[in-house]
């Protein structure tokens, strides 16, 4: 009987991989309230951490099919969305679920504090972070469910609102944050970006007349060697900003979009070739010469990487792509053209690996569902939070 309802579960969550990312269910409170607001050609479906929220109801599912116990305790106030390593101090950060950002030094953990001992929960009530990002004066921006993105000088400031206090940049949740070139970038579920200089925010408008994209949200954002933008929507689009007008990296889908699903991070190398992750399973590769997509298969029939979300994708100093999947994997992909299982979901036990990053020497950070850090040290995985 054991073994049937395993069986049993695992096809759920098979269908569940497949369709999630159109799939309506009750959201949480918190999210609930930013994506259902109006605005022309949205829809509460088309939001990328409403997305996350749904699919994150299929935690226990996934626990009973992989015998995950989820239960090693961590210092951490819940789920991590957002990690980013800044080289200035040699410090990953991390932001929750609960609303905090926590700062690793390679000894211990901190909840980031301002300098009146406030931390982020605090000043933003609690809302969960959806953005990470720093500036070249120690400066640290972080953006949340609330809409607003805070500024914080790592030196000791206190925490600043840089949007609007009540509709943050356009009344919608920002998505992601980048620090490209001397700016600030947000992206948002209204599917616009914006541009952070000076203390002003200035748009960078899109092709259709509500000044999106694509009508979806945009969900994530990098830049190439020479500042060019690029952003990856959640019906499944890459575009590029040349500092003047937006123009869409045509996929191979009928709907001209990579495989219809959402992209979720992108990355470039050296060459400016770019690779995207999509909520179908699937990592492209954009070669930079040719002006095309093709698929870098995986070891699923289907050529996904294991027939579950891709979260992030991460490019080492040597140009080796990392990709990081709902189920719990992560996959190393080689010059040879090669997917290999670098940790398999038994060794976290943990659930979805949500964020990865490095630091200056090379070490790898995973980040999961269930608040647990793990770095990757000399070929050994070892728990950190």
Known sequence: MASFLKIITLIFIALACCSSYSYT??????????????HPHRHSTQSKY????????????????????????????????????????????VGTEAGNV???????????????????????????????????????????????????????GT????????????????????????????????????????????????????????SSSVNTITYDNAFNLYVGTFIGNVWKYDGTSWGQLVGSAAD???????????????????????????????????????????ESTAGSLDDSPVYALILSNSNVLYATTDLGN????????VWSLLAARTIFDSGAIWAITFDIAGNIYVATENAQVWEYVGGTWVPIS
């Open 25 to 38: 269910a009750p959201l949480s409170q918190s999210v609930h309230a930013q994506v259902t607001k109006h």
């Open 50 to 93: 409403a997305w996350l929220e749904r699919y994150r109801a299929r935690l226990h599912l996934k626990q009973l099919a992989f015998n995950w116990t989820g239960h090693r305790t961590s210092v951490l106030d819940g789920a991590i969305f957002v990690m980013k390593f800044n080289s200035a101090n040699s410090s990953v950060y």
């Open 102 to 156: 926590w700062r690793y030094d390679g000894t211990v953990w901190t909840k980031l504090q301002d300098n009146t001992g406030t931390d982020f929960a605090t000043i933003d009530e609690g809302n969960f972070i959806t953005g990470i990002a720093f500036d070249d004066l120690n400066n640290l921006y972080v953006s949340s469910a609330s809409k607003k993105v805070w500024q914080l000088n790592l030196a000791g």
């Open 159 to 214: 925490w600043t609102n840089i949007t609007n206090e009540e509709t943050g940049i356009d009344d919608s949740m920002v998505d992601d944050l980048a620090w490209i070139n001397g700016s600030l970038y947000a992206v948002t579920d209204f599917g616009l970006v914006w541009r952070y200089s000076g203390g002003t925010w200035v748009n960078l408008p899109g092709p259709l007349d509500d000044q999106s994209l694509d």
């Open 256 to 298: 001209t979009s990579l495989d219809s699903s959402p992209v979720w991070s992108l990355k470039l190398d050296a060459a400016n070739n770019i690779y995207a992750a999509t909520i179908a399973g699937n990592v492209w590769q954009y070669n930079a010469l040719s002006s095309s997509w093709s698929q870098l298969i995986g």
């Open 330 to 337: 992560m996959w190393q992909y080689n010059n040879s053209g």
